[in-house]
């Protein structure tokens, strides 16, 4: 049971990092931010995924991770006032496995560029602390785990097996300038001016140890069915169903590792490959988001609610 579990999260987790700089052909930051909170919900193999994404200060720990900001390894904090948190909480839950997995990242709203992220797992099996800074170079990580059974047991605070890496940009001859966070594609596109704004897009994308370029091409949809929920800020609570015409945006992926390395796989919530981002146009929300996982087949993540600004 516990290898079947570990297997599924290891598939679905998300594992990677963008990419996003002064090149013509990447988007420009427009409009003001539409939400704060999204909540899609998928399903696969008889078991349920929940993906929730929130935007807040930079200054703001989530709940489920908040024990654990003691023991956070890297310290790569910035003063700058228009920093933001953007948090990722996935779960899976099934008649065969459950699982749970959050990542925070912090970066700066008037580029979307990120310099912090945090990650935790805290299961059985390898349970770790990872931090990553975003640096000049390349990104650093510092990595904590337990260093025997009985440390296991001990809160993450007590774990002792500490270890640094850096990995490093790859060549100016890549197109790559600067790197981000993969959940940021969608504040990206929640604040593009899409009446105006040319496609296709190309930004780099670091994951766990190479960097990858993305292809964002907006490609023609016909009308999709939407059922989800926004709340304002005044508590006011509005359904939204019916058909839309959205704009679609399609993501290719290209490896960027160095000639003697093995590539990595690209994932953005779990999906390896075929991805594509539904936009509401009216309310420049993400409404859907499918993808091929390269083990579970094709996924389907719907809009279930979002918080708005």
């Given amino acids: 049971m516990k290898f079947i579990l570990l297997l599924i999260i290891l598939i679905i987790l998300p594992q990677v990092t963008v990419a996003h700089g002064n090149n013509p052909d990447e988007p420009n930051i427009t409009r003001n931010f539409p939400w704060s909170d999204l909540t899609f919900t998928g399903s696969k193999f008889f078991s349920s995924i929940n993906v929730k994404i929130q935007l807040g200060p930079g200054s703001q720990v989530s709940d489920a991770s908040a024990k654990n900001t003691e023991i956070d390894p890297a310290d790569c904090s910035k003063t700058d006032n228009d920093n933001k948190l953007l948090t990722l909480k996935w779960s899976l839950k099934g008649m065969l496995a459950q699982g749970e997995y959050e990542v925070k990242t912090w970066f700066n709203t008037a580029d979307g560029l990120p310099y912090k992220r945090t990650r935790f797992r805290n299961d059985d099996d390898d349970p770790w602390v990872k931090s990553y800074c975003w640096e000049d170079e390349g990104v650093r990580r510092h990595r904590i785990k337990p260093l025997s059974p009985a440390e296991k047991k001990q809160p993450p605070s007590s774990w002792t097996k500490r270890t640094e890496s850096f990995y490093e940009y790859p060549e100016e001859q890549s197109g790559c300038s600067s790197v981000m966070d993969a959940p940021l594609v969608f504040y990206i596109l929640s604040t593009l001016d899409l009446g105006s704004e040319k496609s296709p897009y190309e930004i780099c994308v670091f994951g766990k140890k190479q960097v990858h370029r993305l292809t964002i091409r907006q490609v023609d949809s016909p009308p999709i069915e939407v059922s989800f929920m926004t709340r304002t800020l005044s508590r006011k609570e509005e359904t939204i169903k019916g058909k839309i015409t959205p704009l679609v945006y399609s993501i290719k992926t290209e490896?960027?590792?160095?000639?003697?390395?093995?590539?990595?796989?690209?994932?953005?919530?779990?999906?390896?490959?075929?991805?594509?981002?539904?936009?509401?146009?009216?309310?420049?929300?993400?409404?859907?988001?499918?993808?091929?996982?390269?083990?579970?087949?094709?996924?389907?993540?719907?809009?279930?609610?979002?918080g708005l600004n």
């Fill in 255 to 306: 490896s960027l590792a160095a000639e003697k390395e093995e590539a990595e796989n690209f994932s953005l919530l779990g999906l390896h490959k075929d991805i594509r981002i539904y936009m509401d146009p009216e309310k420049q929300l993400p409404v859907r988001i499918s993808g091929t996982n390269n083990t579970l087949g094709k996924i389907e993540l719907k809009l279930q609610s979002a």
